[in-house]
């Protein structure tokens, strides 16, 4: 019984050493606002930016997956809930679009390896991002092509939500990259869709269901 304690206790806090350094700085400032609000006697309103503090740093926490996916699986670029496998505009594509809770992890990773091509950025509204309509959100289009071939696309498109509203892309473009390698990342609820070509691949997660980062197979190379 000591040792499942133990166990609990460790697996509760061991993503505090994944925070990303901009969550140590946000979850700083909180705890300074908090200081500040118990030294002039407000433990409520201090109590409250201490939790905002915590949750700042939880919200940034990267951790590691080194998982290495064989040559025909895509990987899952971001953790969340399927919204929908859709065609959606382009009859040639099959769009997988995923939704992140605050509470999910929000670093997005690279689908396959080979090249990255163009990256598009567009401005757009601030819906919430399991709202049907959010595709039409400020949004940021990765261009990912697996060994660099035009034909195997496995683009990511990060897509805020109504919290922060603030997309960071950690790659650029024309350049060689990993499988798993971290994208970059969307503050504070968002969406992440994956634009596949609808011939070449066999999607088999599902509608509904629950998705890990760089741990997920998200469809097959046929």
């Given at each position: 019984m000591i040792k499942d304690i133990v166990r609990t206790l460790t697996n509760s806090v061991n993503w505090?050493?994944?925070?990303?350094?901009?969550?140590?700085?946000?979850?700083?400032?909180?705890?300074?606002?908090?200081?500040?609000?118990?030294?002039?006697d407000c433990p409520k309103t201090g109590f409250l930016f201490v939790i905002i503090g915590c949750f700042?740093?939880?919200?940034?926490?990267?951790?590691?997956?080194n998982v290495e996916f064989a040559d025909d699986e895509i990987a899952c670029p971001a953790d969340g809930t399927v919204l929908s496998i859709d065609p959606e505009e382009d009859p040639n594509s099959i769009v997988i679009r995923i939704f992140l809770s605050i509470f999910d992890i929000h670093v997005q990773r690279s689908t396959v390896q080979g090249k990255t091509g163009d990256i598009f950025y567009h401005k757009g509204t601030f819906l919430f991002a399991d709202n049907p309509d959010a595709v039409n959100n400020e949004r940021n289009l990765i261009q990912l092509f697996k060994d660099g071939d035009p034909q195997k696309f496995a683009h990511v498109e990060q897509i805020?939500?109504?919290?922060?509203?603030?997309?960071?892309?950690?790659?650029?473009?024309?350049?060689?990259?990993?499988?798993?390698?971290?994208?970059?990342l969307v503050r504070f609820g968002s969406q992440v869709a994956v634009y596949l070509p609808k011939d070449k691949v066999r999607v088999i997660v599902k509608k509904g269901q629950k998705v890990q980062g760089g741990i997920t197979v998200l469809a097959l190379w046929k």
């Open positions: 505090i050493g994944t925070v990303l350094p901009l969550g140590l700085k946000f979850a700083a400032a909180g705890m300074l606002i908090a200081a500040v609000l118990f030294y002039f700042c740093a939880y919200f940034f926490r990267d951790p590691n997956r805020t939500g109504a919290i922060a509203r603030r997309i960071e892309c950690w790659v650029h473009p024309h350049e060689d990259i990993k499988q798993n390698r971290r994208l970059g």
